[in-house]
């Protein structure tokens, strides 16, 4: 075997460091060197996004629903999962939506097909809403979840559904 010493490292390798380091944190909302913030802090911050930004809570949605288990209630969460969601987020990275956007359409569709009722509500909303364009494949998955919201609103506004 040789028994001769290794080369030291290259000098530049500590000048390349730094630039490293500046980019990650200039792009992760906590720095490597930082520790994750406490789980309740975290959980108040997703629902706060969720509450003051639609693109927000729809990637939460979808976040979830690919790796959380379906389960949308921050609280619910670890740290480093609300923290990996955050750090998604602020990059920019999109989780898809096509599918469940996809499926809500059908799911709309089918509705309007079995019950004049829904029919009329989904009429009327993207009247007042959606600049009157009716099929739910032009809308996109917050839409129709606003929708649903609207729905569900009037109906416990207007009681409990008869038995």
């Excluded at 980019?23 to 975290?42: D, K």
């Excluded at 009329?120 to 998955?141: I, Q």
């Amino acid at each position: 075997a040789d028994a001769s010493p290794r080369p030291a490292p290259p000098a530049e390798i500590p000048v390349l460091a730094a630039p490293c380091m500046a980019m990650w944190q200039q792009y992760s909302a906590v720095p490597p060197t930082a520790g994750v913030q406490a789980p309740e802090a975290l959980a108040q911050q997703v629902k706060d996004l969720q509450r003051g930004d639609p693109n927000a809570k729809e990637q939460w949605g979808a976040y979830t629903a690919s790796v959380g288990g379906g389960i949308r209630d921050p609280s619910k969460h670890t740290a480093e999962f609300l923290q990996s969601f955050l750090v998604q987020l602020q990059s920019g990275m999109k989780v898809d939506t096509t599918a469940e956007s996809q499926t809500m359409s059908e799911a709309v569709k089918l509705m309007q097909r079995r019950s004049s009722s829904f029919k009329e509500a989904w009429r009327l909303f993207c009247a007042d809403y959606g600049s009157g364009m009716n099929d739910p494949a032009k809308h996109d998955l917050a839409y129709m979840v606003k929708f649903f919201d609207f729905i569900g609103m009037r109906n416990g506004a207007s009681g409990a559904m008869a038995g």
